[in-house]
């Protein structure tokens, strides 16, 4: 069975520039999570998915980051304008949701803003 | 609002050790537990999910168990080895109305030297 796909794995922007992350789930979850990871912390969620709808984004600064989920499979994060305090690795899981809740995670994207 | 507090943050070991590593939580009204190995510049492997009604699960070398009334849990790394060296994460399910949420500690840094 296939992982949680995440491209790219790598990104280097300059301040103020913008950036996109992608996420592909493992087929069938119903449920997609993005989350920030700053150097020596644990992770924190950004955002949760249940399909194409959002259920929890609390945590999301909506002033400068977006997030869709398209047909209920593939994500996109944006960050527009990126600030250097938004370097960090963004990792995306998933799970089956509803009554199954276990999440898997995908290798994340080590962004770095200059 | 759950904290997850892992300790220590850091810990240097040779190689054949057993040692533990803490994690505790604020809420005890948890769904299950979850421990992470993190290596440098990768994404989250999962060790050992507890559910809520267990005390413990094992895995190899790896034990981990939880005690949901006093908000812990350790992991039990027996005859350790250069291999185990990484960032290990302690994670909680939340319960109740945020079903499935995922909080995580700062993480335990494991350095095994031969």
């Known amino acids: 069975e296939a992982g949680v796909a995440q491209s790219p794995r790598y990104k280097i922007i300059e301040k103020r520039q913008s950036v996109a992350f992608w996420c592909n789930p493992i087929?069938?979850?119903?449920?997609l999570y993005w989350y920030q990871q700053i150097l020596g912390q644990g992770p924190k969620l950004l955002i949760q998915?249940?399909?194409?709808?959002?259920?929890?984004d609390s945590q999301l600064p909506k002033d400068r980051f977006s997030a869709e989920r398209l047909k209920g499979v593939d994500s996109t994060l944006k960050i527009q304008p990126a600030k250097l305090e938004d370097s960090a690795v963004y990792l995306c899981a998933s799970s089956l949701g509803y009554f199954s809740y276990e999440q898997y995670f995908g290798p994340g994207t080590r962004l770095t803003v200059t | 609002k759950q904290e997850v507090t892992q300790i220590p943050a850091a810990l240097s070991v040779p190689e054949g050790e057993n040692l533990v590593l803490n994690c505790s939580f604020t809420d005890s009204a948890i769904y299950n537990l979850q421990w992470f190995r993190q290596d440098p510049g990768k994404g989250l492997t999962s060790l050992l999910l507890i559910q809520s009604s267990q005390r413990e699960q094992t895995s190899g070398r790896l034990n981990a168990s939880l005690d949901k009334s006093s908000g812990r849990s350790t992991l039990y790394i027996a005859a350790s080895q250069p291999g185990d060296s990484a960032t290990y994460l302690c994670a909680v399910y939340a319960g109740g109305t945020s079903y499935g949420k995922l909080t995580f500690g700062q993480g335990t840094i494991l350095t095994v030297h031969p």
């Open positions: 998915f249940q399909n194409n709808g959002v259920v929890d």
């Open positions: 087929s069938g979850h119903a449920t």
